[in-house]
């Protein structure tokens, strides 16, 4: 079996710079994380297509997926940028290498590159492996040898190396010399238990350069926090090879990850270690690999994060109006990610004039704005909150702002699509367990005038009742609301609720506890999310399904008016 690259082509520092990712072995160790193989030739394309060198796939031998993912590659990876990577052990104490189970099974993986792990630290040597340092020296050693002799590159992880260096500095180095002087290419540091600090790592990655002239690489997990700084802080002490995970993914708080090392060179420190097409990818390729992971994508992540460009404080959007560099360390573009304005209870008159023409409005009566800033603060101090339901905020814009985004200056009110008259909705328990909730509505459907509504007006009122079922309240509401409207307003078929979430607010005034209810609806375009607040969860979902209905005829008009860019480029 043979993987057909040896060498990472389509990094534009070539062999210079090795940016070598270790998601499908160390990521895999992440507590939650179990890949099926589909999921790591899934992952091993991602990050070839990003144009990452190397692609560490786990460990043949140990693992029978990671025995059947090299199998596969072989015949289904056409890899473009990476070389494939098998990890594993040094042969045994005592055993020779070319009949070791372990070393035969890295070979047989067919992986053009072998990276070895192997003890640096003299305390590991003696207690966990029960040998001493001339026969760990020798294990290294036998296995680069043989190795390499198969026509094989390889790498070596001195795991433990920070803390074994500190240690016995002695005992750490002879490991990486026996692997050097063997044939092996790289000798990769090691923070194994992640507890080092960026000054003294960079210090110690330096000394390494200075005294043995080894090529370093680098690989660090993340238990100070400081996995990212560590590594950055290696490259610029010397190492020229950085072991990331997709997203931070490892054993424990994970490894270094691999986005924001990636951003750090390349926006920072001006390392093509990327093609330049290929860094604005990133965003897109961290939330598939989160996917192919099984895991939500951290909002909260360096570069790639939805949160990473998300402005809240109107101090901050008041600056950003003339100039977004002035709150942001780089241009979101260059990343594939994207800048966020939300308006919330911290919104000033800035904030909410970049929301207007983000959602499509005209902005020109500055005196609405300060009264959409002013209702805004107060309905967030009564539990509502826009941040993310901007549909309810374009209809609170529409009301206030009394400009129609066709540009017509007549203050109005849109009308809700209808009223509620009367509703209700109960529990049953069924005998098989099952519970359902079954909701009544009596409704009357309100005209839609066609100034505001367009191919939406309907001149077609009056009193509507249905009942439906759902597994939920606000699902068996939304859909007793379908049932009835559709007969007089068809375009209600063409949405749907696509996802609701309910929270109970505490209120420290001791009055009822309110809850919020937050809909998403979608249609073939787009989603929407809209919001209700009350104490009854039933009337919360109501305010926020009538929204949502409300808002789709607006939304159709807004977006054909939104803007490619609100802030001014940088
Ligand atoms: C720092 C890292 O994250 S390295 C990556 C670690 N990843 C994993 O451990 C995941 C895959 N591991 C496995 O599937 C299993 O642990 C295996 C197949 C490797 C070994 O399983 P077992 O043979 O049952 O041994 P076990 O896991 O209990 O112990 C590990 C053995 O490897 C030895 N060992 C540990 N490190 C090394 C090393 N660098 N070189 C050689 N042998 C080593 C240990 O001394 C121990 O040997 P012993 O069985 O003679 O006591
Ligand atoms: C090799 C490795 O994963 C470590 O030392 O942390």
Redesign the pocket.
């Known amino acids: 079996m043979a993987h057909t690259r040896t060498a990472p082509a389509g990094t534009p520092l070539g062999d210079s710079f090795h940016l070598y990712d270790?998601t499908l072995?160390?990521g895999a160790?992440g507590e939650g994380i179990s890949y099926s193989v589909t999921d790591k030739l899934t992952s091993a394309r991602l990050l070839d297509s990003l144009g990452v060198g190397f692609i560490e796939g786990g460990w043949p031998g140990a693992l029978p997926k990671d025995t059947a993912f090299f199998q596969r590659a072989a015949t289904e990876l056409d890899l473009r940028h990476a070389a494939l990577v098998a990890?594993g052990s040094t042969r045994k104490a005592g055993r020779r290498a070319d009949q070791d189970p372990q070393v035969r099974a890295l070979l047989d993986s067919g992986a053009p590159v072998i990276?070895l792990?192997a003890k640096t630290d003299r305390r590991h040597i003696e207690r966990a492996l029960r040998t001493d340092v001339a026969e760990n020296c020798a294990m290294v050693r036998d296995t680069v040898r043989f190795l390499v002799s198969e026509g094989r590159r390889v790498f070596l992880?001195?795991?433990?190396?920070f803390d074994g260096y500190a240690d016995d500095p002695d005992t750490a180095l002879r490991v990486l010399e026996a692997a050097m002087a063997a044939g092996a290419d790289v000798s990769?540091l090691?923070?194994?238990?992640?507890g080092q600090l960026p000054g003294r790592l960079a210090e110690i990655v330096a000394e390494v350069i200075e005294r043995t002239g080894f090529r370093i690489g680098i690989?660090?997990?993340d238990d100070t926090g400081c996995a990212v700084a560590n590594t950055i802080a290696a490259v610029e002490a010397g190492a020229t090879h950085v072991?990331c995970t997709a997203n931070g993914y490892?054993?424990r708080t994970g490894?270094a990850d691999l986005f924001a090392v990636i951003g750090n060179l390349a926006t920072k420190l001006d390392m093509p270690v990327l093609p330049r097409s290929r860094l604005a990818e990133l965003t897109g390729t961290a939330r598939s690999l989160a996917a192919t992971a099984h895991v939500s994508p951290d909002r909260y992540q360096p570069y790639v994060g939805a949160a990473a460009f998300a402005h809240k404080a109107g101090l901050h959007a008041s600056a950003m109006k003339v100039d977004p560099g002035l709150y942001q360390h780089i241009d979101p573009d260059v990343v594939g990610n994207e800048s966020r304005i939300l308006v919330t209870e911290m919104a000033g008159r800035a904030s909410l004039e970049l929301k207007c023409l983000q959602l499509g409005f005209d902005v020109q009566d500055t005196e609405a704005v300060s009264r959409v800033v002013a209702r805004v603060k107060q309905l967030e101090a009564d539990g509502w909150s826009f941040e993310s339901a901007d549909a309810s905020l374009a209809l609170l814009l529409h009301d206030e702002l009394g400009n129609t985004p066709t540009g017509q200056n007549a203050p109005r009110r849109l009308p809700p699509v209808f009223t509620p008259l009367t509703y209700q909705v109960v529990e049953r328990h069924d005998t098989d367990g099952r519970v359902v909730s079954e909701a009544s509505v009596r409704l009357r459907v309100e005209r839609q005038p066609e100034a505001d509504n367009g191919p939406f007006a309907t001149a077609d009122t009056g009193e509507v009742t249905a009942t439906a079922e759902g597994d939920r309240p606000v699902a068996a509401l939304d859909a007793a609301l379908r049932r009835a409207l559709a007969p007089r307003l068809p375009w209600v078929t063409e949405t749907a609720l696509a996802d609701y979430s309910v929270r109970v607010l505490d209120n420290a005034s001791g009055a009822p506890a309110l809850t919020r209810v937050l809909v998403v609806s979608r249609d073939a375009e787009r989603e929407w999310t809209t919001v209700g607040v009350h104490a009854s969860v039933v009337v919360a979902a109501m305010l926020a399904l009538r929204d949502a209905l409300t808002y789709k005829p607006l939304g159709d008009t807004l977006s054909a008016k939104r803007p490619d860019r609100v802030l001014p480029a940088r």
């Not at 992880?157 to 190396?161: A, I, N, P, R, V």
Request: aromatic fraction near 8%; proline fraction near 0%.
């Open positions: 270790t072995r160390d160790q990890f990276t792990v992880d001195g795991e433990h190396f990769v090691c923070d194994t238990n992640g690989h660090c997990q072991q490892g054993e490894n």
